[in-house]
């Protein structure tokens, strides 16, 4: 059996929404690492009805403004030594680029491949962001 309670090395990311696991272990492409990953489904929690967890061994490079973006109440622990090195506590960012894509087709980030895509948060309660060139709208959807 996976001992999923033990990691010497790794990264936790904790308080992820039920059914949204998934969803960022493919995002962030965890069955490409190396070292093993728990998925951890529906567990019972105090904060939260039921939460997911994931669980890597070994310290890998995560994307946290993706992780934000797609759940904000996620929590990330660092663990080194069995020990927690770090807690980040996410939150969606401010500013993003090209993690999400401008919909607007007459949008220079349509017509030109090179231009990065930028957007700014515009409501927090909302995710709701805009598009720095053209200020389409855009809503966040996982
Ligand atoms: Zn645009």
Known sequence: MLNVDGLKNGIVIDHIQAGMGIKIFNYLELDKVNGSV????????????KKDIIKIENVVDINFDMLGLMDPNITV???????????????LPKKVENLIKCKNPRCITSIEKYIPHKFYLVDEEKSEYRCEYCDEAYKLEF
């Open 77 to 91: 622990n660092i663990i080194e030594d069995d020990k927690i090195k770090e807690k980040i506590k996410l939150s």
């Open 38 to 49: 728990a998925l951890i489904m529906k567990v019972s929690s105090k904060k939260m009805e």
